[in-house]
């Protein structure tokens, strides 16, 4: 008999369990709201196991809330089986691991110190908004080329029912979120005046993935669509400040281009994009948004005519220092 309770398929297709050690008490209450506090193991089901994460080795365990369009929401599946204190290892074939390179790579960015929030972990696809191409980790792009399946070993520590904590802005209703994005953007704001761009960017970012989670549930182009679009759009442009700050001058020009893209007549993207462009010495591409700006917005004049007074400097002094570089080669 003890063999069937070692090995039990959970009510989906392609997932097994096995029990390494049993918890205490009933199987407690996963409602809506609930915060599920855990250790995660995964290993790949290659005759090492190799281990491709592990949150006891990081030292903080995972924490998520139920129904909050966590990005891998079979976890939540696999965790409401446990009881408190029991470790659990799943087998889950690749239907259910395709996306866990997306979010093995926040994890691991909220672990080196990158993104100092968590957030960022249980926004849904949002969170691809600031996902690139590359994941910056060799064995999560090879598990994104490849899904496998994979092995989850779990160990459920905590389940604590929405009264008995204090929600983050990742865990509320659509109509909390849209309350408390104005609360964030002033505090944006007032960090951006102090000069701490990088906490500010998080706020700005808080505020967007919230946007950006309820303006899913519209019809795209609809009027409650496009109000928050414009929401959105005066937050990115906020971030990409900071980021001007913080000298990240290509995800401005990704960030702007994209808003550019979708919706032309916004002259402060041209301008932040003009910005970025003059800094990585993109001349042509910087005069180009820079007059794009004066079409759209001529009381800009005196601010777009201050930076092609320092763009052309920049060149210059660039241009001398390459032929300072070539007469050095000869």
């Not at 290993?43 to 995972?62: A, K, N, Y």
């Not at 779990?154 to 008995?164: F, G, R, T, Y």
């Not at 953007?185 to 007032?190: D, L, P, V």
């Not at 959105?232 to 808003?259: F, G, P, S």
Request: proline share 3%; aromatic share 10%; net charge negative.
């Amino acid at each position: 008999m003890s063999d069937l309770k070692e090995t039990m398929l959970i009510g989906s297709e392609g997932i097994k369990k096995t029990i390494l050690h049993g918890g205490t008490g009933d199987i407690p209450k996963f409602t809506t709201g609930a915060k599920v506090t855990f250790h995660f193991r995964t290993q790949l089901c290659d005759d090492e196991r190799t281990v491709i994460d592990d949150s006891r080795v990081v030292g903080t365990p995972m924490e998520i809330v139920i129904g909050n369009m966590f990005k891998l929401d079979i976890w939540e599946a696999l965790l409401s089986s446990m009881r408190v204190g029991e470790v659990a290892e799943f087998w889950c074939d690749t239907i259910h691991t395709g996306v866990y390179p997306l979010v093995s790579k926040s994890m691991r960015r909220i672990a080196e110190g990158k993104d100092p929030v968590e957030w960022q972990v249980h926004t849904c696809g949002m969170a691809n908004m600031f996902a690139y191409h590359s994941l910056g980790y060799e064995d999560l792009d090879e598990l994104m080329k490849e899904p496998k399946p994979l092995f989850f070993v779990l160990e459920l520590l905590m389940v604590q029912q929405p009264s008995e904590y204090n929600r983050e802005s990742w865990a509320l209703s659509d109509e909390e979120r849209l309350k408390v994005v104005p609360v964030l953007h002033g505090q944006g704001n007032k960090l951006f005046k102090q000069g701490r761009y990088q906490e500010a960017a998080q706020k700005y970012k808080e505020a967007l993935i919230c946007i950006k989670n309820v303006q899913t549930k519209e019809k795209a182009w609809d009027v409650p669509w496009l109000k928050l679009e414009k929401m959105a759009n005066t937050l990115t442009l906020n971030y990409c400040q900071c980021l001007l700050r913080m000298e990240e001058y290509y995800e401005v020009i990704e960030h702007t281009t994209d808003i550019i893209n979708q919706h032309p007549g916004v002259a402060k993207a041209y301008y932040l994009r003009g910005k970025a462009h003059k800094e990585v010495w993109n001349e042509a591409e910087a005069r180009q948004d820079f007059s794009r700006v004066l079409d759209l917005d001529p009381g800009m004049k005196k601010a777009v005519k201050k930076e092609l007074a320092v763009l052309s400097m920049r060149m210059e002094e660039k241009n001398q220092e390459d032929k300072n570089t070539y007469k050095g080669m000869f």
